[in-house]
């Protein structure tokens, strides 16, 4: 079998030679391109057609991988995503949901490191925990959003900050954040960004 095709999406450079350094080791894939943020990683893609994509959660400043995931997914779905972060469950999960098919920690060996990128190649990549906190996740029936809160969410896709969502709903600061918190409880999204992504349809 040829070598695995590899994108690389991490901002950090010693990261980022530290995972083309092991995967040369290994010998079985071979880094085609490498970006440091969102725009670069998707002008890569499209560009050098890898077949695994090795992306970063936290790229630096307000850039995140879930894009890069979102843009693969629908432009270049054929191409498999191994997330690589130390971020928290919660994130990788919702990175599986926005389309990535595995994960790998950066605490993890070069070899352990090679075997995810050759094995997402043909199939998911999941720790034993985060399968099982995925499966809990995935069982979460959701509940609606009441009307209220799907004005708040709607503020928020604008842009809003808290005191002008109140301004503009004509509610107390506190009964908009109070209203935030069902939000993110019902739509599993931990930060504003998440919630801005998912109002506005991406």
């Known amino acids: 079998m040829d070598p695995v095709r590899v994108l690389v999406v991490e901002d950090h450079p010693v990261t980022r030679d530290g995972v083309r350094a092991a995967l040369e080791r290994d010998g079985r894939a071979v880094v085609v391109a490498e970006a440091v943020d969102?725009?670069?990683?998707?002008?890569?893609?499209?560009?050098?057609?890898?077949?695994?994509?090795?992306v970063d959660l936290r790229l630096g400043g307000r850039e995140c991988g879930e894009d890069v995931i979102r843009h693969l997914r629908r432009h270049l779905p054929a191409v498999r995503v191994l997330v690589l972060s130390q971020a928290d469950p919660e994130d990788v999960v919702a990175a599986i949901r926005a389309g990535a098919h595995g994960y790998v920690s950066k605490a993890a060996?070069?070899?352990?490191?090679?075997?995810?990128?050759?094995?997402?190649?043909?199939?998911?990549?999941?720790?034993?925990?985060?399968?099982?906190?995925?499966?809990?996740?995935?069982?979460?029936?959701?509940?609606?959003?009441?009307?209220?809160?799907r004005e708040v969410l709607h503020c928020v896709a604008k842009g809003y900050g808290n005191r002008e969502i109140a301004?503009?709903?004509?509610?107390?600061?506190?009964t908009v954040n109070r209203h935030l918190e069902n939000i993110r409880d019902k739509l599993r999204a931990r930060r504003r960004s998440q919630l801005i992504?998912?109002?506005?349809?991406g």
């Open 38 to 54: 969102v725009r670069s990683a998707c002008s890569a893609a499209d560009r050098a057609r890898p077949e695994v994509a090795v």
């Open 109 to 149: 060996t070069s070899d352990e490191l090679a075997r995810a990128v050759r094995t997402v190649r043909t199939g998911p990549v999941l720790p034993a925990e985060l399968a099982a906190h995925l499966i809990g996740e995935l069982r979460h029936e959701a509940r609606p959003l009441t009307g209220r809160e």
């Open 167 to 174: 301004d503009e709903l004509g509610i107390a600061v506190r």
């Open 197 to 201: 992504r998912i109002a506005r349809g």
